[in-house]
């Protein structure tokens, strides 16, 4: 019950200044994200419809990123829910004791982006 969706944003990972995105938000973005301003309150009584938590992978022109579940208004990010800061690849102290070879490469990998 998780949907994740891509932003460009002008900075992310930083606390002093939240991300804004570098595009206007629709009225289906807005939808989408309804269920994250009431999906952290507690249960009191039983929820007819499906509620599905909505995140933002947000990029900015750095290459910071972070998964963030905003509330969005006014055609922007007006709240943040929760955000996750996604280490870069200097960040993270890689270690690996396998040998690198050019068979365990995944050169060929074309992801399939689609709109819905």
């Known amino acids: 019950m998780v949907k994740v969706i891509f932003a460009n944003v002008d900075l992310a990972c930083n606390d002093e200044q939240p991300p804004k995105p ?5 009225a289906g973005s807005e939808r989408a994200c309804q269920g994250n ?3 952290v309150m507690p249960l009191y009584a039983p929820r007819h419809n499906e509620v599905w938590a909505t995140y933002y ?3 900015d022109a750095e ?3 972070e998964l963030t579940r905003p509330i969005i208004k006014g055609s ?3 709240a943040y829910v929760e955000r996750i800061y996604l280490p870069n690849v200097e960040d993270v102290d890689v270690t690996d004791s ?4 050019e ?5 060929d ?7 819905k």
């Open 22 to 26: 570098r595009s206007r938000k629709g």
């Open 37 to 39: 301003l009431f999906g």
């Open 57 to 59: 992978l947000m990029l």
């Open 63 to 65: 290459g910071a990123a």
């Open 76 to 78: 922007t990010f007006s």
């Open 98 to 101: 396998r040998k690198h070879t």
């Open 103 to 107: 068979e365990n490469d995944a050169v």
């Open 109 to 115: 990998l074309d992801p399939v982006v689609a709109r």
